[in-house]
C-alpha cells in the first residue's frame, strides 16, 4: 500500500524501478536485437544467439556469472557500432517494440508515485541509449543506465564507461539522494533480481516485482512485499489515470459552475412562463 501524497515540507522522495521483468515484460537491449539485425548492425547468427540468452533471462536462469559473460558478449558486439544510427533505430522501432510488453501494474504504480508527488527514477544495467528512450515513454524523472565508452569516431569502443549493476545500484541511488535531496528511509525500491538486493535495501519500501528464487527467498525472509506483474499493456489502451488532486479540485468547481448555471437558466425559464 502506497503512502498518501507527500507533505511538500518533508524530504523529497522517489520510487526507484529496475527495467527488465520489473517494468517491462522482457530484455529491454535483447529485444531490440531484430532491429539491430535490419539497420545492419548484426548477423543473423547473433540475432540467435541473442534470442537465445533471452530465452535464458526470462527463463530466470541468468545467474551473475551468466550476466557477466552475456555483458561481456554485449559490449563485444557493439564494438564499432555508430552511436547516432543505433538512437535512430531505438526512436523508429520503440513503441512498436517496447509499448506492448509494459507490465500495466507497473505503469500504474509509476503514476501513483507521481500523483502522490514522488519522483520515478528508472534504475537499469542496460545502455543508456535504449533506457533513455524507454525511460521518457514511461514518463520517469530520471535514469541511471549503463554507459558505453564512445570514440572521437562516433561509434562505441566496446568499453564500458560506468555498468548499473548489482552494488552499482545502490550507490547510484545514494548518489541520487544526496544531490536531489531524498529520504531514503520514505522512499521505494522495486526490482525482480537478487543481484538488486543492494539497492532493495537501500530505501525504507523495498519490493520485489517477479523475483527470481534467491529474491523470492530474501524477500519471504525479511518480509518484503512481493508483487506479481503478468499483464503488459499498451500505454495507450490503458485507461486513463485518475486526475491530480488540483485537477479533481477544478473538475469539482467546474462542475458546481455548470449546476448553478442549469439552476439560474431553469428558474429564468420559469419566471418568463408565469
Same mark, same amino acid.
Given at each position: 500500500?502506497?503512502?498518501?501524497?507527500?507533505?511538500?515540507?518533508?524530504?523529497?522522495?522517489?520510487?526507484f524501478?529496475?527495467?527488465?521483468?520489473?517494468?517491462?515484460?522482457?530484455? @529491454? *537491449?535483447?529485444?531490440?536485437?531484430?532491429?539491430?539485425?535490419? $539497420?545492419? /548492425?548484426?548477423?543473423?547468427?547473433? %540475432?540467435?544467439? &541473442?534470442?537465445?540468452?533471452?530465452?535464458?533471462?526470462?527463463?530466470?536462469?541468468?545467474?551473475?556469472?551468466?550476466?557477466?559473460?552475456?555483458?561481456e558478449?554485449?559490449?563485444?558486439?557493439?564494438?564499432?557500432?555508430?552511436v547516432?544510427?543505433?538512437?535512430e533505430?531505438?526512436?523508429?522501432?520503440?513503441?512498436?517494440l517496447?509499448?506492448?510488453?509494459?507490465?500495466?501494474?507497473?505503469?500504474?504504480?509509476i503514476?501513483?508515485?507521481?500523483?502522490?508527488?514522488?519522483d520515478?527514477?528508472?534504475? @537499469? *544495467?542496460?545502455?543508456?541509449?535504449?533506457?533513455?528512450?524507454? $525511460?521518457e /515513454?514511461?514518463?520517469?524523472?530520471? %535514469?541511471?543506465? &549503463?554507459?558505453?565508452?564512445?570514440?572521437?569516431?562516433?561509434?562505441?569502443?566496446?568499453?564500458?564507461?560506468?555498468?548499473?549493476?548489482?552494488p552499482?545500484?545502490?550507490?547510484?541511488v545514494?548518489?541520487?539522494?544526496?544531490?536531489?535531496?531524498?529520504?531514503l528511509?520514505?522512499?521505494?525500491?522495486?526490482?525482480?533480481?537478487?543481484?538488486?538486493?543492494?539497492?532493495?535495501?537501500?530505501?525504507?519500501?523495498?519490493?520485489?516485482?517477479n523475483?527470481?528464487?534467491?529474491?523470492?527467498?530474501e524477500?519471504?525472509?525479511?518480509?518484503?512485499?512481493?508483487?506479481?506483474?503478468?499483464?503488459?499493456?499498451?500505454?495507450?489502451?490503458?485507461?486513463?489515470?485518475?486526475?491530480?488532486?488540483?485537477?479533481?479540485?477544478?473538475?469539482?468547481?467546474?462542475?458546481?459552475?455548470?449546476?448553478?448555471?442549469l439552476?439560474?437558466?431553469?428558474?429564468?425559464?420559469?419566471?418568463?412562463a408565469?
Amino acid at each position: 500500500m502506497l503512502d498518501p501524497v507527500e507533505n511538500h515540507s518533508l524530504p523529497r522522495t522517489a520510487a526507484f524501478f529496475d527495467l527488465d521483468k520489473t517494468v517491462i515484460a522482457k530484455s @529491454s *537491449t535483447l529485444t531490440f536485437s531484430k532491429s539491430f539485425y535490419q $539497420g545492419g /548492425l548484426i548477423n543473423r547468427r547473433a %540475432v540467435l544467439r &541473442t534470442a537465445y540468452a533471452q530465452f535464458v533471462f526470462l527463463a530466470g536462469g541468468a545467474d551473475h556469472d551468466q550476466m557477466e559473460r552475456m555483458r561481456e558478449y554485449l559490449s563485444a558486439l557493439c564494438r564499432g557500432w555508430n552511436v547516432q544510427q543505433v538512437k535512430e533505430i531505438v526512436a523508429e522501432t520503440l513503441h512498436d517494440l517496447i509499448d506492448p510488453i509494459i507490465y500495466d501494474e507497473a505503469a500504474s504504480l509509476i503514476e501513483e508515485h507521481h500523483i502522490a508527488g514522488r519522483d520515478v527514477v528508472i534504475v @537499469s *544495467t542496460s545502455g543508456a541509449e535504449v533506457v533513455e528512450p524507454i $525511460g521518457e /515513454l514511461l514518463g520517469a524523472d530520471r %535514469v541511471v543506465a &549503463t554507459r558505453m565508452i564512445v570514440g572521437d569516431d562516433g561509434c562505441f569502443t566496446g568499453e564500458v564507461e560506468y555498468y548499473a549493476y548489482g552494488p552499482t545500484k545502490a550507490e547510484a541511488v545514494k548518489e541520487l539522494a544526496a544531490s536531489e535531496g531524498y529520504d531514503l528511509s520514505r522512499c521505494y525500491a522495486y526490482s525482480d533480481s537478487a543481484t538488486d538486493i543492494p539497492m532493495l535495501e537501500a530505501v525504507g519500501h523495498p519490493h520485489a516485482v517477479n523475483p527470481d528464487r534467491a529474491l523470492r527467498r530474501e524477500a519471504t525472509a525479511r518480509a518484503w512485499p512481493i508483487l506479481d506483474f503478468h499483464h503488459p499493456v499498451r500505454l495507450k489502451q490503458r485507461l486513463s489515470v485518475p486526475p491530480r488532486p488540483a485537477l479533481v479540485a477544478a473538475a469539482a468547481i467546474g462542475a458546481a459552475a455548470a449546476t448553478a448555471g442549469l439552476v439560474w437558466y431553469a428558474s429564468r425559464r420559469r419566471a418568463a412562463a408565469v
